[in-house]
Every structure is written in structure tokens, then in C-alpha cells.
């Protein structure tokens, strides 16, 4: 009944349609597909164009360039309904192309960068990963090591990449990299990298605890010669886009995640309902009760902040301090419920077998991935001037 609600006062018929060819999409192409997808990796280059193909990866784009041209409502409604897959593993993926690799190519990018490499990832013909975390520097851009030489027309890069999603399968990246040693933040600048350029490697397969859907790579460059076209806005701005393109992969977070939390407490209230335990369901405990109540509250909250944050967006408004709210509350919150889902289930919980171990192992990353906890929690005293 509430999320009716929710759908009355925030969606309108459009926005419903949206809603179940994603639903649709989800149920037909991906969820039969994960476990297999979890012991081998999800095929993006196939599952993007198919994405591709009913204009979901350019929601928010130019349609000049394949886009949708639609406003942040339309962009909640597939996050929504992303939150759905069986597994946090392809969500992140798909949001990597929409939220967090293509962002700064659309709105800082060149007409020969739209053309050549946002048109293509839109119609899913082309994966993108965003590159920025490296061996020794992750949450903390500014210590980034990897530097690009401007030599001539090129430019040269040189330097290693970890924890990127899609790395082994993305044809280019978007990439920061310093491009000076002056101090300061007007030191980094943001490159396309095709991944087909000599030089550049896919140094290993990372094995991750959870995400076993999405494939995540360490990236070694070697004097990779890139067109100095290449380069995204204006050499030295690259910090700045970056954190402005932050926000959108940090929002792209929390749809999907209270509605995958909304999920994992379906799939456990129908569970405790038939397991029996001393002559009862275990539904009429009322700690178990109680718990699940305090969830679906903590959800709600979470929706609203989330569309609160929409409303700020729609109006042109700077929204760092409350995405950064709920990015930190998010991480919290999917991690809580599923370790508190997983202990309803038991010891059929613990087996590989049943869902929510997956979901269980895929939260953990939440809190530490697209920005820790402890980064949120700075960016947040600083904006409130603490």
C-alpha cells in the first residue's frame, strides 16, 4: 500500500510504463541468468545492447546523441527497478554505464567525444568503466599517481588502476589521471582511454568476496598514446568534474538499494512464516516482528530522502550534503537488513544455495565503495561547517 502511494503522488502514467519494461526486462533476461552470471560473469557487451536497444542507457541523455532526454523521475524509476536483480553485482554494472562512467562525458565532453564514445555507449554497442581508484589511493583522489604527459598532439599515460568495475570488459575509460605536480586540486584532468590502445592491460581479475555477477579488474597503462581530443573539458578540471560526477554515481546507489532491501525482507517474511519452530510460526515472535517493522521504517525514510534529493535536483539545487546523507545511510542500511535477514533464515541462510547469502555478501561493499562511510561522514562535517 505505500509504495502505491508513493507511485500516486510521485509517477505518473509515463513514468509507469518505464517502469515495467524495466520490470519486464529484469525478469525475462536477467534474473533467470544470475546464478550462472554469479559462477562466471554477466556478458555486458549482450546485456548492454539489449539495454541499449529499449533506450535504457541514456535515460537523462540528448537524444542527439541515442538518449531518452528525460528528467531524474524517469532515471529513479530504473534505479528502482534495477534494485530488483537477484544480486547487487549487475546493478552496479549497468550503473556504471548510466551513473558514473558517461556523466562527465555528457555534460563536459567535446562534440567528437559525444560522437565517438557517449553515442556508443548509450546504444550499448560500446562498456564503459570509470577508472580513478588505484593501488594507493583509493577514497583519497588527490594522492592519484597515475600521470598523463601531454606530448604533441597525444597525449602519454602511464600508471596502474584497481577496483574497476567492468574493467575487463570495457572498451574505453574514463579516466583521471595528474597531468602536473603543482599543488592542489587544478593538478588532474579527465581522459577517454580506449582500451584497444597499445599499452594498456588488463593486469588481473580481482576475486571479490561479493558483486561475483560483475567482473572488477586491476588496469596497468604503459605509455598509452591517447589523442589529446581525448581529453574531457579543460585540462586541469578534471578534480572538479569528477566530483561533481560523484553525485551522480552516489545517488545512482540508493533506489537500488532500498528497493533490493524491500526484497530481502519479502523473501524472509515469507520464509519465517513456514518455518516452524517450537509449535509456531516463527512470523509470531514478536522480536522477529518488531525488527522487520524498524526496516521497512528505516526504508521509508530512505525512499523519501532519496526523492527529496530528486525534488532538489529538478529545481537546479546543489544536493552533496543530502546524497552524501544517503549514500552513508544506504551503505548502513543494506548491510543491517541483510545480515539481519540472513540471521532470520538460520542455517539455510548460511548456504550458498538461498539468495539472501548472496545478498548478504554483496552489502558489504556497500559501505566502502563510490566513497566510504568515513569519506561521507567528512564531506558532510565540512559542509556543515564542523
Known sequence: MIQDNNSKLYFNEDHQLLRQTISDFVKNEINPNMDHWEETTVPLHDLFKKLGDLGLLGILYDPEYG????????????????????????????????????????????????????????????????????????????????????????????????????????????????????????????????????????SKKLDKVGLRSSDTAELFLDNVRIPAKNLIGEEGLGFIYQMQQFQH????????????????????????????????????????????????????AMRQLAYHIVRMKMSGLDATREVSMGKLLAGQMITRVADGCLQMFGGMGFMNETLISRYYKDARIMSIAGGADEIMKDIIAKLEGY
Not at 546493478?91 to 555534460?107: E, G, H, R, W
Not at 524472509?268 to 526496516?295: A, C, M, N, S
Open 67 to 202: 538518449g531518452q532526454g528525460l528528467d531524474y523521475w524517469f532515471e529513479t524509476v530504473f534505479l528502482e527497478e534495477l534494485g530488483h536483480i537477484h544480486g547487487l553485482g549487475v546493478p552496479v554494472a549497468i550503473a556504471v554505464q548510466t551513473n558514473m562512467a558517461t556523466p562527465a562525458l555528457n555534460q563536459f565532453g567535446s562534440e567528437y567525444i559525444k560522437e565517438t564514445y557517449l553515442k556508443k555507449a548509450i546504444s550499448g554497442d560500446m562498456v564503459a568503466a570509470i577508472a580513478i581508484s588505484e593501488p594507493d589511493a583509493g577514497s583519497d583522489v588527490a594522492a592519484l599517481r597515475t600521470k598523463a604527459v601531454k606530448d604533441g598532439n597525444s597525449y602519454l599515460i602511464n600508471g596502474a588502476k584497481t577496483y574497476i568495475t567492468n574493467g575487463n570488459q570495457a572498451d574505453f575509460l574514463t579516466l583521471l589521471a595528474r597531468t602536473s605536480d603543482d599543488p592542489g586540486h587544478h593538478c588532474f584532468s579527465l581522459f577517454v582511454v580506449p582500451t584497444n590502445t597499445e599499452g594498456f592491460s588488463v
Open 249 to 300: 554515481e552516489r545517488f545512482a546507489a540508493l533506489p537500488a538499494l532500498y528497493t533490493a532491501a524491500g526484497d530481502m525482507i519479502d523473501m524472509t517474511v515469507d520464509y519465517i512464516k513456514q518455518r516452524v519452530v517450537f509449535g509456531k510460526p516463527l512470523i509470531t515472535k514478536q522480536v522477529l516482528r518488531h525488527r522487520l517493522v524498524e526496516w521497512q521504517t528505516e526504508i521509508e
